[in-house]
């Protein structure tokens, strides 16, 4: 008799707590997740809330790029500066297409009147693989940043040609070719 009364108990416990929890779920609809951002076509990366504005962008994405695409010349790794070259246009690109308009001057259309015969005599010059021809080209190539900071109504930045202290700005990296840094 006592296993009848505790099988009991047990029976009506489990159907009390039972109806407590569906009594809970239906009384209060479950919070909704937040929503997930949405991702940008073509499935790239989505940066939320980062609003450089364009002197950041050119700090960040074409000024580096300038020194190393110099760097890697001056030991010769041409295969580098082609690639720093390409980087340094494709970041003029983007920084035209975030910031479309600066003081009603099209960014886009000044940068690439200015810098499109500058890009293509230093890529010739990292084709050739002539490091005078170089030098002449990424020295006009840094008067066109020149050019293009006047256009733009800041005559006050002025880009140089690096000096040779420009290694200490990436400390981290070898600009030799690669059979030369191993």
Known sequence: MKNHHLIALLLAGSVGLAASAI?????????????????????????????????DL????????????WLAAQQKNWQLAGFE????????????????????????ATV?????????????????????QFNTAFAELTNACNLCHE??????LVIKVPDASAAAAFPDQDFRPAA???
Do not use: C, W
């Open 151 to 156: 256009a733009l109504e800041h005559p006050f």
């Open 112 to 132: 690439s009147s200015i810098f499109t015969p500058k890009i293509q005599a230093v890529a010739g010059a990292i084709t050739a693989q002539n490091p005078a």
């Open 180 to 182: 030369a840094a191993k």
């Open 23 to 55: 009594a809970v779920a239906t009384a209060a609809p479950a919070p909704a997740a937040p929503a997930a951002p949405a991702a940008p076509a073509g499935g790239g990366l989505t940066i939320l809330d980062f609003k450089p504005a364009f002197d």
């Open 85 to 108: 070259l390409n980087e340094m246009g494709g970041a003029l690109k983007r920084v035209g297409q975030t910031v479309p308009k600066y003081r009603n001057i099209s960014v886009d």
């Open 58 to 69: 050119m700090t960040m994405l074409v000024q580096p790029r300038h020194t190393k695409l």
